[in-house]
């Protein structure tokens, strides 16, 4: 069984930061995700991504050189567009279903209304619980259950089944123009980066 959820954590050094969860046969994994000067970085703790964080900020002026160097050319990336997006959506309505639960756990606990759970759940937890496509979450009353504008709740799930090409992924992907990756070893530290270079607009 795989499930997401992606939740939102105090920012370091103006860098917001993001940290998605994948749930596979009993085993979870957690990455830490920010933008640092056009690159993604990637840690698996959050105490590693400020030191990443800090490195890049150190060494910017005096770079080390690159060892290995991949470049991905995509400029034929429609060709299976459609299925990455499509799989994507799906990952993104079970990362919001798993947000359901906390939200409505909150609102329970502390008996506060909707609307003022992210400020709860950021005072008492660090975190903030949102829809990755932009939905929003209501509290229905009548059968004490919170849902989502987007996808429904658990019991009444919903999933658009055309492609959102105004989503913030179909977007992303729809700018790609190249992807790079560059490995470098430097004294006690192995460092890849990930660069993306998007189309001018």
Not at 35 to 63: C, F, M, N, Y
Not at 69 to 80: G, K, P, T, V, Y
Not at 152 to 161: A, C, E, K, T
Request: proline share 3%; net charge negative; charged share 25%.
């Amino acid at each position: 069984v795989t499930s997401w959820d992606a939740v939102q954590l105090p920012p370091y050094k103006g860098h917001k930061i993001h940290a998605f969860s994948l749930d596979l046969s009993g085993m979870r994994i957690r990455f830490h995700v920010t933008l640092q000067d056009s690159r993604i970085v990637v840690a698996t703790r959050g105490e590693l991504l400020r030191k990443l964080i800090d490195h890049a900020e150190a060494i910017e002026d005096d770079p080390a050189p690159e060892h290995v160097l991949a470049s991905i050319n995509l400029d034929a990336i429609h060709r299976f567009r459609d299925d990455l997006m499509y799989y994507w959506a799906e990952r993104m309505r079970l990362a919001c279903h798993e947000n359901i639960i906390p939200v409505y756990l909150i609102r329970k606990i502390y008996g506060v209304e909707i609307a003022d759970i992210p400020q709860v759940s950021q005072a008492k937890y660090g975190v903030t619980y949102y829809c990755p496509e932009s939905g929003e979450y209501q509290y229905l009353k009548e059968v004490d259950r919170v849902m989502c504008t987007v996808h429904g709740s658990r019991q009444d799930s919903h999933q658009n089944l055309d492609i959102n090409m105004d989503s913030s992924f179909a977007r992303f992907i729809n700018a790609l123009d190249r992807v790079s990756v560059s490995h470098t070893h430097e004294e006690h530290v192995l460092r890849a980066d990930l660069q993306i270079q998007k189309e001018a607009h």
